[in-house]
Every structure is written in structure tokens, then in C-alpha cells.
Nanobody, 128 residues
Framework: QVQLVESGGGSVQAGGSLRLSCAAS????????MAWFRQAPGKEREGVATIRTRDGRTVYADSVKGRFTISQDSAKNTVYLQMNSLKPEDTAMYYCAADYERSTAYVPPLLPTWYNDWGQGTQVTVSS
């Protein structure tokens, strides 16, 4: 069983930046893809960004394009989410997710059901 541990959340004013980290452990092989999701109170979990491990191909939600960047450090089994120009509507619990089972022929989608392994989440709060 893989363990995913997020860190880097916090409180920031609008326009500020945060970098989230997600460290994976427990498996001796790389994930097929990893992703960041977020969930605000009373709302459904939504995909933020995904990255395919073998080639770094990324997908972003329209709401974060140009502001957020997902990246990976395979040597450290860690994925990052650099968040710039933060807005109050970015306030949410951010979750890291990993897939180890799907075909790598597909670009990993922003769908929670694609991923089987999840972290506990890290809170991001953006004040106006």
C-alpha cells in the first residue's frame, strides 16, 4: 500500500504563492500518474492538475491554467504544485492522488475515479 503525504499548505493573502508537496512511499516502482485535487466545504472534489510520470505530460483545470504548475521529482518520489496569483476561490483542502494501475497510454484525466491512492490533504486558505 502506498502512502501519500502532503505538505506546504497554509494561509496566504490574495496574489500570494504557495508550493505544495506530496511524497509517495511504500512501493518500489514509480506511479503511472499523480494528481492534485481540491475540495471546498459544500462542494464536490475537483481536479486541479495531473502529471504522467513517464514523460511529464500535464493537464490543468481551466480555473488554474497559467497560475499553477505541477511538477515531479522522480528521484524523491515527490510531486509538487506551485500555486501563484492565488485567489480566495482557491481556498480548499488540497489532496494528492496517485495511480499505479491504469495504462500509461492515456493522459491522466482530472477525474477522482482514475486514482486509487489518496493523501490526507493539506488546507489552503486565501484571504482577500
Amino acid at each position: 500500500q502506498v502512502q501519500l503525504v502532503e505538505s506546504g499548505g497554509g494561509s496566504v493573502q490574495a496574489g500570494g504563492s504557495l508550493r505544495l508537496s506530496c511524497a509517495a512511499s511504500g512501493y518500489t516502482y514509480d506511479s503511472n500518474s499523480m494528481a492534485w485535487f481540491r475540495q471546498a466545504p459544500g462542494k464536490e472534489r475537483e481536479g486541479v492538475a495531473t502529471i504522467r510520470t513517464r514523460d511529464g505530460r500535464t493537464v490543468y483545470a481551466d480555473s488554474v491554467k497559467g497560475r499553477f504548475t505541477i511538477s515531479q521529482d522522480s528521484a524523491k518520489n515527490t510531486v509538487y504544485l506551485q500555486m501563484n496569483s492565488l485567489k480566495p476561490e482557491d481556498t480548499a483542502m488540497y489532496y494528492c492522488a496517485a495511480d499505479y494501475e491504469r495504462s500509461t497510454a492515456y493522459v491522466p484525466p482530472l477525474l477522482p475515479t482514475w486514482y486509487n491512492d489518496w493523501g490526507q490533504g493539506t488546507q489552503v486558505t486565501v484571504s482577500s
